[in-house]
């Protein structure tokens, strides 16, 4: 608690600066420009930040909530507010047609793409007659709130830094709700999010919409306090400006946001100050200064500033321990699917056939899970096992063939669809958002399982919903174990606890067939055996399971029923007892049969039966 009084402290010294008469008059200036980029600054750490969406085209924006109130305000004599609520719907509707077309090129296309319309843009500010052309527009009245003018310096800043505070309490509300933890999993893990249905596209769109709306207000506020706009601070190096303090600040941090703008804005006026007097001439030298910064700050400090200084912080003023924090409190549960009578078939798979160019990784492979069995697909490295499993999951489409799930066909859905319909899957690497909580990526597993809008969960309405979507995540946690680690870093877990993490994650989705990519890979034997605790009791309250794995032991304890492939093809297929006496999986497994070997399920784990090479 002595952390959250230091924050107050710091905010009651920004409000009460301006009431200081003896404050210089210059601060203030300084401050209002630095909040005015921090509200854009804050988009961009949203966007690219967390987001991993790189715009160079923020200032665009910025420009159309400076121009729509500037031409609303001098044209019509309209109210600065309905200018404002003007330019809002004018930059979402345009964000997102620009986000349709330019969010889906990917790697080095996308900051292109956002340079050019950034430079369309700051050209159409600078070419049509009714904005003035590149003069701009001046004479805007200054904005007045219950009757104050907000003209001088002093009471503008007031409105400008209440909103960047509340953007900042809103962002950051946002990025630890529902729609948040999905947002965080764009950058690293779009495909392990869309497999719990998260709508990895609308996300991105959605969070290129709030970036460019926090620009316009932004801008807006920037028109009134200039009074005047020309096209020149909208261009493409401010663009540049703006996404360099996100980086210096920390790019995936909402008070990196400020911090960035504090740094950059004042060494920005040191430098101007500075440099022409060392130099002898007034060339400007700030962006040669800049790029050497960046070049630095990229080998040094990869992250920004801010994780820097919050570690600092911490460390003066004491942060909570993530092992001492207590569980979430209970809360209602969240609704169950209806699940199969035992017996049922849950998955039909009939001759499902992947070819990767001329390779057959899958060859006509069937067979059948049904409702309260765990079926095992074994077989060596590079048999097909995972192709199998994406082409079930939707991850991979299918070359030919049919897959059948809970008696509707599945295989021409996205992973996304299959999802919803309650198919719950790991992954043969893990991919996990280690910098987030173990009990937040288990609740990224529940994303489907009740709704929280964008908006909810930026002003905090969705608190009741998120209470049950954290209980459920503990409830899953503490079923496989993992119970003592609910607020630890993902990325600090073992290997073996990454994998049981991912099974709780599962879990959490409330899943009809639970699919399992080599989920005792990497585990010790206890982990191991404690691991088949969890599924056998998963599978006695009714779960079905596939499980691809290695360590035949594990498998031959575990399944009811075994599909053997090698080199794509089915083998083999019955119940574990026959299977390790089929001469053909022997083959495939030992090169050759060994008339001395015989597996005993009932006998201590050891490693009877390796397949060739190790896990990969
Ligand atoms: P397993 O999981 O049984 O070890 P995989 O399903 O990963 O095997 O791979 C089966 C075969 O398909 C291997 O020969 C592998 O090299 C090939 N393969 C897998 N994924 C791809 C891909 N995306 N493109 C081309 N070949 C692939
Ligand atoms: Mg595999």
Redesign the pocket.
């Known amino acids: 608690m002595k952390n959250r009084n230091v924050l107050i402290g710091l905010i009651v010294i920004l409000v009460a600066l301006p009431l200081i008469p003896v404050t210089p008059e210059f601060w203030i200036t300084q401050l209002n420009y630095i909040g005015l980029s921090s509200l854009v600054v804050l988009g961009l750490v949203l966007l690219t930040g967390v987001g991993g969406l790189t715009s160079f085209g923020q200032a665009a924006f910025v420009g159309i909530g400076a121009y729509t109130t500037a031409w609303f305000t001098t044209q019509y004599g309209g109210s600065p507010w309905i200018a404002l609520v003007i330019g809002l719907v004018l930059t979402a509707a345009l964000a997102f047609f620009l986000g349709a077309i330019t969010l889906r090129l990917s790697g080095h296309y996308l900051p292109l793409g956002t340079i050019a319309w950034g430079l369309s843009l700051y050209y159409l500010f600078g070419n049509i007659e009714f904005l003035g052309k590149h003069d701009g527009i001046s004479g805007i009245e200054p904005l007045t709130v219950f009757g104050i003018s907000l003209a001088p310096g002093r009471n503008i800043y007031m409105l400008i830094w209440l909103l960047v505070l509340l953007s900042v309490w809103a962002t950051s509300n946002l990025l630890s709700s529902r729609p948040g933890r999905a947002i965080r999993a764009l950058k690293s893990g779009a495909a392990m999010a869309e497999s719990f249905g998260v709508n990895t596209a609308a996300y991105k769109i959605i969070i290129f919409v709030y970036a460019a709306l926090l620009a316009c207000l932004s801008g807006w506020l920037y028109a009134h306090m200039q009074r005047a706009v020309s096209p020149s601070p909208f261009g493409l190096n401010h663009g540049i400006e703006y996404l360099f303090m996100a980086v210096v600040g920390g790019a995936g941090h909402v008070w990196g946001a400020i911090l960035g703008s504090v740094l950059i804005i004042t060494l920005r006026d040191q430098i101007q100050n500075v440099l022409p007097k060392l130099l002898n001439t007034t060339a400007n030298f700030e962006l040669i200064v800049f790029g050497v910064l960046l070049v630095i700050m990229l080998q040094y400090a990869r992250d920004g500033l801010w994780p820097i200084v919050s570690g600092l912080w911490a460390r003066l003023f004491g942060a909570t321990q993530a092992r001492n924090r207590a569980p979430p409190p209970e809360a209602p549960a969240l609704p169950l699917r209806a699940q199969p009578q035992a017996g049922d078939p849950v998955l039909v798979v009939d001759a499902i056939r992947k070819e990767?160019g001329g390779?057959v990784?899958v060859n006509d492979i069937s067979f059948t899970v049904r409702a309260g069995e765990i079926v095992g697909l074994i077989?060596p490295?590079?048999?097909?096992?995972?192709?199998?499993f994406n082409l079930i999951s939707g991850v991979l489409p299918a070359t030919r063939g049919g897959i059948t799930f809970m008696g509707a066909r599945t295989d021409k859905l996205t992973a996304r669809e299959i999802a919803k319909r309650g198919m719950g899957r790991t992954f043969?690497h893990v991919q996990l958002l280690g910098n987030m909580s173990v009990i937040e990526n288990v609740a990224l597993g529940a994303h489907l399982r009740t709704h929280v809008g964008v908006v909810q969960g930026a002003l905090h309405l969705d608190r009741a919903r998120e209470a049950q979507l954290l209980h459920e995540a503990a409830v899953q946690l503490k079923r496989v174990g993992l119970g003592e680690y609910l607020y630890e870093q993902a990325g600090n877990l073992a290997l073996g606890q990454q994998r049981i993490l991912e099974i709780a994650r599962a879990l959490a989705a409330d899943p009809i067939l639970l699919l399992l990519d080599e989920p005792a890979a990497g585990l010790r034997y206890k982990e191991k055996q404690d691991l088949a605790k969890v599924l056998n009791q998963l599978r006695e309250g009714g779960m079905s399971i596939l499980l691809?794995e290695h360590d035949m032991d594990f498998v031959m304890r575990l399944t009811n029923h075994l599909v053997v492939?090698d080199f794509?093809t089915k083998l083999a297929e019955g119940i574990p007892a026959d299977i390790q006496k089929n001469p053909a999986v022997l083959e495939a497994y030992l090169g050759g049969i060994d008339d001395d070997l015989d597996i005993d399920p009932l006998a201590p784990a050891q490693q009877v039966v390796t397949a060739h090479g190790a896990s990969?």
């Open positions: 990767f390779l990784a077989g490295n590079g048999a097909g096992k995972s192709t199998t043969q691809v492939m794509g990969r």
